[in-house]
């Protein structure tokens, strides 16, 4: 007798619902600098946002590591894009001071 079920379950495909608030606060919290640089918010909130991307953004990887939840991987993706853009700004700022 074949036990076995004809379709995968709906929990190994879809991500569990945290993943996605968490890959979802990941980019919010990336987006942070531009509430303090549009003075909506304070500049401690652009100072420590990132911080908190990055560690949303892991661990939304991780918790999508076999593939599940496209979606949320590419928000979990563009959350550190984002950050590593805003280092690189920060870069290019402090040399621009630097030698200019």
């Known amino acids: 007798m074949n036990t ?3 379709q995968s379950l709906p929990s190994a495909r879809a991500p569990r619902p945290w993943v996605s ?3 979802g606060a990941a980019l919010a919290c990336a987006l942070a600098p531009l509430l303090a640089l549009l003075s909506i918010a304070s500049w401690s909130l ?3 946002g990132p911080y908190a991307a990055i560690a949303l ?3 939304a990887l991780v918790a999508t590591h076999r593939g599940r939840g496209g979606r949320v991987r590419l928000m979990a993706w563009l959350a550190l894009g984002t950050v590593g853009v805003w280092v690189l700004m920060g870069v290019a700022v402090g ?3 630097l030698y200019a």
Do not use: K, Q
Request: glycine share 0%; no cysteine.
């Open 57 to 59: 953004a892991l661990v």
């Open 4 to 6: 076995a079920l004809s």
């Open 46 to 48: 652009a100072l420590w």
């Open 21 to 23: 608030i968490t890959a």
């Open 95 to 97: 040399l621009e001071l």
